[in-house]
T-cell receptor
């Protein structure tokens, strides 16, 4: 069965510092991996995805994520955090052998960036 | 381009009433997914539909919940005889046929159901 784990409920960083939001996954086939962001009372916005190719994926708003097959991880990173990055972040996975677009989401990690 | 449109954005129902949530996918999208977000929890998959077909309803509760995506009109998630535990945000997402295999979903703003 597919699953996603986000081990941290909340991550706190100071503005200007680098940030990392962790994600590990489990799928039976090749993984398709995604990060979404959710602002209060809003829907989810797509940030980036890994399907195949380069392990370092660049996405919206200066975010990037690194796919690590041996550690089954897909951590979200940003070199310099902004206060406006404060939001709820979701990692999601789809089994690449599946022929549907159904995504399985992690529990979410709240990112708090302090000025 | 209009995004995924959901209505109502907020819905209040008393226990035992029915709730109907509507979702119009992005133009050109033929795949619709419904997710539920309970307070302080992540998104749980409920159902995946294409026009006039339910493809995967493995996340739907066995009773009181149903979904449809007719040939014309929006997709509808229907909850009969609502209970307090149904209070949640219900999100609709869509994808075009061509990206279904890459799995990128486009989400609506959600419908927040409160059951009194």
């Amino acid at each position: 069965a597919q699953s996603v784990a986000q081990p941290e409920d909340q991550v706190n960083v100071a503005e200007g510092n680098p940030l990392t939001v962790k994600c590990t996954y489990s799928v039976s086939g090749n993984p398709y991996l995604f990060w979404y962001v959710q602002y209060p009372n809003r829907g989810l916005q797509f940030l980036l995805k890994y399907i195949t190719g380069d392990n370092l994926v660049k996405g919206s708003y200066g975010f990037e994520a690194e796919f690590n097959k041996s550690q089954t991880s897909f951590h979200l990173k940003k070199p310099s955090a902004l206060v406006s990055d404060s939001a709820l972040y979701f990692c999601a996975v789809r089994d690449g052998s599946s022929n549907t677009g159904k995504l399985i989401f992690g529990q979410g990690t709240t990112l708090q960036v302090k000025p | 381009n209009a995004g995924v449109m959901q209505n109502p954005r907020h819905l209040v129902r008393r226990r035992g009433q029915e709730a109907r949530l509507r979702c119009s996918p992005m133009k050109g999208h033929s795949h619709v997914y419904w997710y539920r977000q309970l307070p302080e929890e992540g998104l749980k998959f409920m159902v995946y539909l294409q026009k006039e077909n339910i493809i995967d309803e493995s996340g739907m509760p066995k009773e009181r919940f149903s979904a449809e995506f007719p040939k014309e009109g929006p997709s509808i998630l229907r909850i009969q005889q609502v209970v307090r535990g149904d209070s949640a945000a219900y999100f609709c997402a869509s994808s075009p046929l061509t990206s279904a295999n890459t799995g990128e979903l486009f989400f609506g703003e959600g419908s927040r159901l409160t059951v009194l």
